[in-house]
């Protein structure tokens, strides 16, 4: 799940600000990068994903039928 969550998080960050992220140092550009992608994962996206699969569980897990 955690990929889930990361992966398409810093995907979108990098596109949306790489021109301007290009012109930092690799370290300041990490430091920005992490702290606007945390947040976004631990209170926006995480949540979500639990509760998705806490439905999926209910279900019976996979292949309970249709979402």
Do not use: E, K, Q
Request: overall charge positive; glycine content about 10%; cysteine-free.
């Amino acid at each position: 799940m955690i990929w889930i969550a990361v992966f398409p998080t810093l995907t979108v960050i990098n596109v949306a600000f790489g021109d301007w992220l290009a012109t930092l140092h690799p370290v300041l550009r990490t430091l920005v990068v992490v702290t606007v992608a945390v947040p976004i994962v631990i209170y926006g996206i995480m949540p979500n994903l639990h509760r998705l699969r806490a439905r999926l569980i209910a279900r019976g897990g996979r292949g309970g039928g249709p979402l």
